[in-house]
């Protein structure tokens, strides 16, 4: 099952590669910057019965590039922060966390819904994600982490209004991943478990390392609103809210849910017609 996982995987991602690389001369271009607040719950029974929750500081630097028919976007984005949790009275237990995600979708418009307010657009999506968390208290597995990459499917809802003269989009995003590579330590450890086996052979320790997941052994869904408010020197505002949730079902299960509330800048790199 895990080799038939992989080969579908390289084979969609073979697919969505070329797809990638032909994208089309978009009308409207634009460097999104951007800063917030990130809350996580986590609950790593490789660790603990336990969860830990806290906050992370949150960045954005992205590329987006849109027409009437084509959206690209390429984010990049970080986080860094503690979670801790609290056993009883007497116990507290924190850790470190950093994050990491390099993001490309490119979404099609697909019809007008509820008599033209509002614009469909559905496309795909590759995701890179880290999770990587540091335990202070312990010290056989003090550090913890999730890598992925899997290959979505993208769903993007947006109305256009006027407000003073200028255009304000709000738009409902859901990312849903079918597909997934994905690293995790093996347990009461912080080596995942090709390291254990192969420590001889790196190459072979990081190829056993991976296991392939389709949404029964690691479900992710994305969901998130945007309101975006467009400026005379064609700039624009942007504020957001997305929820993140991650469940590996396998050994070591993991659940991971996070909020996050983000403000920023696109900056117009369109040439004046």
């Known amino acids: 099952m895990a080799l038939i996982s992989m080969r579908l995987y390289l084979l969609v991602l073979a697919v969505l590669v070329p797809v990638i690389s032909q994208a089309q001369q978009a009308k409207q271009k634009y460097l999104v910057l951007g800063s917030g607040w990130k809350y996580h719950t986590v609950l790593d029974q490789s660790l603990s019965r336990i969860k830990y929750k806290g906050s992370d500081v949150a960045f954005e630097l992205s590329y987006l590039s849109q027409s009437d028919t084509i959206i690209n976007q390429l984010d990049v984005q970080g986080s860094f922060g503690r979670i801790s949790s609290s056993a ?21 418009y697909i019809m007008p819904l509820s008599k033209g307010n509002y614009h469909w657009y559905l496309g795909g999506g590759f995701l890179n994600h880290a999770f990587y968390r540091e335990y202070e208290d312990f010290t056989n597995n003090i550090w913890q982490y999730d890598i992925s990459s899997s290959l979505s499917i993208e769903s993007l809802i947006k109305r256009t209004l006027v407000v003073r003269e200028r255009n304000l989009v709000a738009s409902w995003q859901l990312s849903v991943s079918v597909l997934s590579a994905v690293v995790r330590p093996a347990y009461n450890t912080s080596l995942p ?29 994305e969901s998130g609103f945007e309101v975006v408010y467009y400026l005379l020197n064609k700039n624009a ?8 949730f991650y469940h590996f079902s396998t050994v070591n299960k993991l659940s991971v849910a996070s909020h996050q509330v983000e403000f920023g800048l696109l900056f117009n790199l369109s040439r004046p017609e």
Not at 88 to 108: D, E, F, M, V
Not at 194 to 216: C, D, R
Not at 237 to 244: E, H, R
């Open 88 to 108: 009883n009275s007497l116990i507290t237990s924190t850790a470190l966390t950093k994050g990491a995600n390099i993001n490309y979708r490119r979404l099609y």
């Open 237 to 244: 505002l942007k504020v957001s809210y997305n929820w993140d």
């Open 193 to 221: 478990e090709g390291f254990i086996h192969y420590q001889e052979t790196p190459v072979k320790a990081v190829l056993k390392s991976i296991s392939y997941h389709t949404m029964n052994t690691y479900a992710r869904v």
